[in-house]
């Protein structure tokens, strides 16, 4: 293992500094401030967290260097994200510190080499499409508990860390009480498929009463995609070009059962098409919001969408294209994120087959099937 101490003007420039030296795995050990604008971070490279650490600290100051940011000021972020990536790299930190603390106290418990169990469940998790830092998490708090005979048994850690997956799942079915639902999210994802498969199963198979209502006015045949599936179901099909006429197409639908509200895929970079969505929310304030997000998206681009239309009041999400891929951890990435429930996975385009409620059972066996 090799340990240098990095200094700079600001924890990110030194963390930065250390990942452009030692790469993306490398193991913050500590962070401690100098002094005013000088930040010291100590990180570890090739660990093995059984081996005895060896204390001999290579110096490296950034700080000194041509190009460094002004004293107190804010490092420059290549994507313009600074709140963001503050946010990230000091829930990093926290879980970095948390990760040496348990691998301390686990390799003087046991004596066992944890760190070869550790990175073969990471790496299953990750394989699985689980973010690191959540599977970091997820093993901390799981392999904390195991009994000492049990810290090598690979089966058994797995089946732990599925329960403990199984405890943070939640879901929700937002079309168990009469209401409005209004289904948002990126372009293409799956949203009006699903609203059709939901509109079969409620309107033929549970006999409620119905009505259709697209919001989307920017596709010439999103309308009509919408208007065949409703003649097919025999479910009235209105469209709405703004908060305004949504309003009024709902009052004359206060009767119904169930109304779902379709509305155009957008981007979250889109401003001015989230403004609208979220004067949908302010004209009619019963509507549940259901966030349809495609569960092959992956990190950083997954993390976007979330966090964009997280600005919305999201009620729950859901999940389309599962059948497009073998790891779904996204799913949990995105829950984690979002901290809301899951409704529906989608498994295909078929309507209305393809459609699955979600449960804790059925989200879990997707999560982590091996
Ligand atoms: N394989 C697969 N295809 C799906 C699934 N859900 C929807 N699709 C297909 O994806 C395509 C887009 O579906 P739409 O329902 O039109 O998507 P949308 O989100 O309404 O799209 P926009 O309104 O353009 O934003 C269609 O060809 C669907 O048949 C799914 O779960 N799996
Ligand atoms: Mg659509």
């Known amino acids: 293992m090799r340990i240098k101490r990095f200094t700079g ?21 500590s962070t401690k401030r100098l002094g005013a604008g000088r930040h010291e971070v100590v990180a570890a490279v090739d660990y093995d967290l059984s081996a005895p650490v060896s204390l001999d600290i290579e110096k490296n100051d950034v ?8 004293a107190g000021g804010n490092a420059a972020v290549p994507d313009g994200r600074p709140d963001l990536l503050a946010e990230e790299l000091r ?47 997820i093993l901390l708090n799981t392999l904390g508990g195991v009994a000492r005979d049990k810290a090598s048994d690979i089966a058994y850690l797995k089946s732990c860390i599925r329960e403990k997956v199984y405890e943070r799942l939640a879901v929700a079915d937002p079309l168990s009480e009469k209401g409005v639902v209004a289904f948002i999210g990126p372009s293409g994802v799956g949203k009006t498929t699903t609203i059709a498969k939901l509109a079969a199963l409620n309107a033929l198979r549970k006999k409620k009463s119905m009505a259709l209502v697209t919001m989307d006015t920017y596709r010439i045949a999103a309308a009509e995609q919408l208007r065949i599936y409703g003649k097919l179901m025999g479910v009235p099909v209105d469209v709405a070009r703004d908060p305004g006429e949504l ?44 966030l349809v997000l495609n569960s092959q998206t992956r990190d950083g681009a997954m993390y976007d969408a979330v966090k964009g239309f997280t600005a919305l009041p999201i009620d729950s999400l859901s999940f389309t294209r599962l ?34 409620p979600a449960s804790r059972e059925n989200l879990v066996k997707f999560i982590m099937p091996n």
């Open 247 to 290: 309003k009024a197409i709902l009052s004359v639908h206060r009767d119904k059962d169930l109304v779902l509200v379709d509305t155009a895929g957008r981007s979250q970079k889109d401003q001015a098409r989230m403004k609208e969505l979220h004067d949908i929310a302010g004209a009619s304030p019963s509507i549940r919001f259901n």
């Open 9 to 29: 003007v600001t924890v990110r420039e030194a963390i930065k500094a250390v990942k452009e030296e030692f790469g993306e795995n490398a193991l913050i050990l």
């Open 91 to 137: 829930k990093e930190l926290g879980e970095l510190k948390e990760l040496k603390r348990l691998c301390m106290a686990v390799v003087s418990n046991t004596g066992s080499p944890v760190s070869d169990v550790f990175r073969r469940l990471e790496e299953n998790l990750a394989a699985n499409g689980i973010d690191r830092r959540l599977a970091r998490k």
């Open 63 to 70: 700080s000194a260097g041509p190009g460094k940011s002004p």
């Open 323 to 356: 059948d497009e891929g073998e790891a779904h951890g996204p799913i949990l990435n995105a829950m984690m994120l979002a901290r809301k429930p899951v409704a529906y996975l989608s498994t295909g385009s078929r309507v209305p087959e393809d459609l699955e």
